[in-house]
């Protein structure tokens, strides 16, 4: 005889073990379908080259507009020192005038134009004292100096006080290029990270070598300079080879980009300005065909600059974990035009 016994049910237990372990494992077949592949050496290196670019870019910014509150500072300083000068002359023109007005009560009385000016709202006496035929001319000329000076001093002091806003912006603009530096830069470490060690060796090793054979086995032609002090500057930068690349770094120990233009420049005589943005007005823009040694060359829409050295080569100081050398026009990045300093 048939059995009509129901066959045994899994417990629910069961059931929910089974279906958490089919959900996971779709979840990472899932996951491994979608994850992007490891990025490759070269990759990981146009990616780094581009956020040093980017850094150098807001490196620039933060140069400007640390040199924009250099001269604020100098400025403010200067108008503070005017407005306590012309404050003290201000105080011994009203002396003199209060000496004018005890005289006066000796002799019997104050002149009532001397009594408005030593009244609670002199500026507006001021404003009219001109008009009162009692003034004497040695009285209405010393009132006239003293609305001039007050005047000025209203001025000077309003002027300090937009220069101080300024710079207060000025001062939250850097704070603000310094954390984009940190950001690019930070980023560019994890990329960096994602390599082997054996990787980030050769990336490393391949750096060296370019600063190596850079310093001894660079043809630069027999090009002659344009001037005495363009040849000055370029001899002047080839003594910095193997220099550091750093973020700021006017020398003698690192350099960033127009740290370098700068300082060489400076060896040779010639003041120019401290970033590339003001670098490009130090004189007339000239093409690639028209380059000489020692002339500015520019790159990637103005953000980083170098020396041209001859024959395509370009002495510079390049980016983070890389050293002043010289390198081929072709490899730097996109050429803008060069710039031939004047003096």
């Not at 710079?167 to 850097?174: K, P």
């Not at 953000?303 to 026009?329: C, D, I, K, T």
């Amino acid at each position: 005889m048939a059995s009509h016994r129901r066959p045994k049910q899994p417990s629910r237990a069961r059931v929910t073990v089974l279906t958490a372990t089919a959900t996971a494992a779709v979840a990472l077949a899932s996951q491994a379908a979608n994850a992007a592949p490891k990025p490759t050496k070269s990759e990981v290196k146009a990616k780094v080259d581009k956020l040093y670019e980017e850094a150098e870019r807001a490196t620039n910014q933060y140069d400007g507009a640390k040199e924009k509150q250099k001269k604020l500072e100098k400025e403010i300083d200067g108008l503070q020192d005017k407005v306590a000068r012309e404050q003290e002359e201000l105080n011994e023109l009203r002396t003199g005038i209060g000496a004018m007005a005890s005289e006066q009560y000796r002799s019997g009385g104050i002149d009532a134009s001397v009594q408005l000016f030593l009244s609670a709202d002199p500026d507006d006496y001021l404003d009219r004292a001109s008009t009162l035929d009692s003034l004497s001319a040695q009285q209405l000329e010393s009132l006239k100096e003293v609305q001039a000076k007050q005047r000025e001093l209203a001025q000077k002091r309003a002027e300090a006080t937009e220069k101080l806003a300024d710079l207060a912006d000025t001062r939250t603009e850097l704070g603000k290029k310094k954390t984009e530096i940190q950001d690019k830069l930070s980023k560019a470490q994890k990329l960096l990270n994602t390599l082997t060690d054996a990787e980030r060796q050769e990336m490393a090793d391949a750096e060296t070598r370019a600063s190596r054979s850079s310093a001894g086995r660079v043809d630069l032609g027999k090009e002659v300079a344009a001037s005495s002090f363009g040849a000055a500057a370029l001899n002047a930068a080839a003594s910095q080879l193997g220099k550091p690349y750093m973020r700021g770094g006017t020398g003698p120990n690192s350099y960033d980009c127009s740290g370098l233009t700068q300082w060489a420049y400076g060896q040779a005589g010639v003041q120019i300005s401290r970033v590339t943005y003001t670098q490009v007005n130090e004189g007339p823009h000239i093409g690639m065909s028209a380059l000489k040694p020692g002339d500015l060359v520019f790159f990637n829409n103005t953000e980083h600059v170098g020396l041209y050295a001859g024959n395509g080569q370009v002495l510079h100081a390049p980016y983070p974990g890389a050293s002043v050398r010289y390198e081929s026009m072709s490899t730097i990045g996109s050429f803008q035009f060069g710039v031939r300093v004047t003096g």
